[in-house]
């Protein structure tokens, strides 16, 4: 009973090993991914007061 719940446990952690490094960096680079333009053309975000952050 044991050596069966072993190997499942020993998969499951490398699974785990490999998904979670990767899901952590694939995060990082998609954070950075999305260009970010100059000047907003919506109307509501320019209303906003010099000095103010988003």
Known sequence: MIQP???THRC????????LPA???SGIAFRHMWP?????TSP???SA???ATR
Request: hydrophobic share 60%.
């Open 44 to 46: 509501a975000l320019s």
């Open 5 to 7: 719940l072993r190997k």
């Open 12 to 19: 499951i952690f490398l699974a785990l090993a490999l998904l």
């Open 23 to 25: 899901l952590f960096l």
């Open 49 to 51: 007061p010099p000095g």
């Open 36 to 40: 970010v333009s100059p000047k907003s």
